[in-house]
């Protein structure tokens, strides 16, 4: 792929252009500079709001218009793809993403999960959490107007410098793909010359993901897991079968300030106190999938055998939710009765309240009650209204009922805490679930999917299995078994899947118990210096070992290793580590049995044993975190930098040498348990 790529639109106070009095003639119809002293008064009337939006609106058209639509025919005449972060703009965030062949949105901060042993100490984060539903404005303009990639800009200051570990990016990562993202770039992978000392060059806000990090040799298991997300996340089409109207106008009718960046820092006033968020918060939490719409998205909008269809190549919706809002424009209100008149059911949580903007108020405001008040509207249970319009009709009330009257169910699998996304392709209903609650889930679970088998696929190893459906009424149901942090990528389709028979393991016998055997410990690749070799009873890190300076300093790769014997050998043996800091990678009789980077942290090794004696070595990586404490309080210069200075999270002077030693290395239970299917 090649693209010419605009990072977010940070472009502070880009509130006027030249030709700007004429532009807003031509689109608004009445000339600002007649309103000018009104527009600039300390006073806060609804006037001045509707002057405000007006404003808004026609920044919204030039930045589509002349910038968005601009770049993109740019890039296609150069035979190449246009990429934008639209957030921060002050236009509607929708169109502006959608005018590009990739949108692209960030996550910035760390956001809490309750995943058990998930390390998270607020001293290292950021206030701010990313909001999945920020995420969701790319997504959903891809989605809507048929663009196969989403693309984000990934664990922007998700910690502090030099204490990230992989495991602290699934869930994040996991986060971002449930939002609608399917192409992940990391932030930041810096180009290094070798000859700079260690650490190399870094950037300021970025997690290292760079050969110079001491858990670099772990990175694959990240790596390999996104690819193996990705690749399904990239088939075929989104699968929400719900579009839901986002009335921007609302936002732009405020009579403070004049431009409105809608920027991912300021979502708590622009986003959170809106009844569009509180009822998608609610939709989603129930199990409806969903994408946003916009008034321009709407008027592209047509019928096809009984869904809407957004354009030529967009996505394909079973219903149009519109919630409540007070500002409509009264071409969005035509629309809307149109897709109706052409056989479409509309949901609508209540009539708009008004019309937006300043021209020809009163007569707007007049058309838009007398389209309503002609409407016949009748009653239908439980406080539902109805009005049929031409070949379809809107339905009026709470939504979630009226979604429940029209036999659109959600997905239950969410009453569980998983969460999901899906993607349709070939026949085959894809689904992405995670457990990033606490509780480990092991239920039967109905979905909404029609199909005969289901192909199991493990993101985290790329293993195969398959299961024949039990099918009922509105789906089919199938047990779930995802302990806290895991996740699964399952395809539902008609196919005969060429794969083993998917089992559910449970404990079989007895564990054996490594936790307090005789261990010994050496070190490799990494630095400054490379501790001594130590054996010693019982499992604890190397940095408990602070009779020599070294373990304290130490970033890099420690190997535990020990023997064991197994009795009596069952068919499969789950290696269960307590508490790693940070990845490990598991030899087993030497042989390489995998990597154990993500929570929980635990592998299948049964296939590794053997009767009798077995040999066991845990290759394990620690942050940089001790060797940049080392650097700091021995005042060793390694800062290199020219336009930016490394600051720490908090954007002040970055200076690990008060840092606490990060604990390194094993520690707690290390336990195999036989399993039994």
């Not at 500079?33 to 001045?48: A, E, G, W």
């Not at 990090?213 to 690819?227: A, E, M, Q, R």
């Not at 959600?410 to 569980?416: C, F, G, I, K």
Request: contains cysteine; charged residues 20%; glycine residues 6%.
């Amino acid at each position: 792929m090649k693209g010419f790529f605009n990072d977010s639109y940070e472009v502070y106070n880009a509130d006027w252009t030249p030709h700007f009095f004429d532009e807003f003639k031509k689109r608004r119809g009445y000339d600002l500079r007649n309103y000018i002293n009104v527009l600039f008064s300390d006073n806060k009337t609804d006037q001045i709001a509707r002057l405000k939006s007006d404003y808004r609106e026609t920044m919204s058209d030039l930045m589509f218009e002349n910038f968005s639509e601009v770049f993109t025919n740019w890039t296609h005449k150069r035979n190449a793809l246009s990429i934008n972060q639209a957030h921060g703009s002050q236009g509607n965030l929708l169109d502006l993403y959608g005018a590009f062949d990739i949108p692209e949105t960030e996550t910035f901060g760390s956001s809490y999960f309750p995943i058990r042993g998930l390390r998270r100490d607020s001293g290292d984060i950021r206030n701010v959490d990313p909001n999945p539903v920020m995420l969701k404005f790319a997504s959903s303009a891809a989605h809507t107007l048929g663009k196969n990639l989403t693309s984000c800009e990934t664990f922007t200051w998700l910690t502090e410098h030099f204490k990230t570990a992989w495991s602290q990016c699934k869930p994040e990562v996991d986060q971002v793909f449930l939002s609608g993202v399917n192409h992940v770039f990391f932030h930041g992978t810096t180009f290094s010359p070798k000859d700079i000392k260690w650490p190399g060059w870094l950037f300021y806000a970025s997690v290292n993901f760079v050969p110079t990090n001491s858990l670099w040799p772990h990175l694959k298991g990240l790596n390999d897991y996104i690819t193996r997300c990705q690749s399904v996340l990239q088939t075929g089409e989104s699968d929400n079968e719900l579009a839901i109207y986002w009335p921007v106008y609302d936002i732009w009718h405020n009579a403070n300030g004049m431009d409105m960046p809608l920027s991912v820092h300021s979502i708590d006033k622009w986003l959170h106190p809106t009844p569009f968020y509180q009822e998608l918060q609610s939709l989603q939490k129930k199990g409806y999938s969903l994408d946003f719409i916009s008034d321009r998205m709407i008027s592209l909008t047509q019928i096809e055998q009984d869904k809407l269809k957004i354009g030529n190549k967009g996505g394909t919706y079973k219903m149009l939710i519109i919630p409540a809002c007070e500002k409509m424009p009264l071409s969005t209100f035509k629309n809307i009765l149109h897709l109706a008149s052409e056989g479409a059911t509309i949901i609508l949580q209540q009539f708009p309240e008004d019309v937006p903007g300043f021209k020809n108020l009163e007569e707007n405001r007049q058309t838009l009650k007398s389209i309503i008040s002609n409407l016949n509207i009748s009653d239908l249970k439980n406080g539902l209204q109805e009005a049929k319009v031409g070949k379809g009709r809107l339905i009026l009330g709470d939504i979630k009922s009226l979604l429940s009257l029209l036999k659109i169910f959600p997905e239950s699998l969410v009453n569980t805490g998983l969460q999901f996304i899906r993607r349709k392709a070939n026949d085959a209903t894809y689904y992405f679930v995670v457990n990033n609650t606490s509780n480990d889930i092991d239920e039967l679970i109905t979905l909404n999917a029609s199909g005969t088998t289901i192909l199991w696929m493990n993101p985290l190893n790329g293993l195969l299995s398959k299961s024949i459906l039990k099918n009922k009424t509105n789906g089919f149901e199938t047990r779930f078994q995802l302990k806290s942090g895991e996740s699964i990528i399952i395809k539902v389709s008609n196919n005969n899947e060429v794969a083993p028979l998917h089992h559910f393991l449970s404990p079989a016998a007895n564990h054996i118990d490594l936790s307090h055997n005789v261990w010994s410990i050496h070190f490799k690749d990494g630095g400054p210096i490379i501790p001594a070799t130590k054996q010693f009873k019982g499992i604890r890190p190397w940095t408990d070992f602070t009779e020599d300076s070294a373990t304290q300093s130490f970033s890099g790769t420690g190997v535990y290793s020990t023997s064991f014997v197994v009795k009596n050998k069952a068919s499969e043996y789950l290696l269960k580590l307590d508490k790693i800091y940070e990845s490990a990678r598991v030899i087993i009789n030497g042989k390489d049995a995998g990597m154990v980077w993500s929570l929980p942290f635990e592998i299948l090794v049964g296939k590794y044993l053997k009767e009798g004696k077995n040999s066991i070595s845990i290759e394990v990586c620690n942050l940089m975190a001790n060797r940049i404490r080392n650097m700091d309080k021995n005042s060793e210069v390694w800062r290199n930098y020219h336009e930016i200075n490394f600051v720490n999270i908090n954007y002040k002077n970055f200076d690990a040498s008060s840092w606490k030693v990060q604990p390194s290395g094993l520690n707690g239970d290390i336990k195999l348990i036989p399993m039994k299917k």
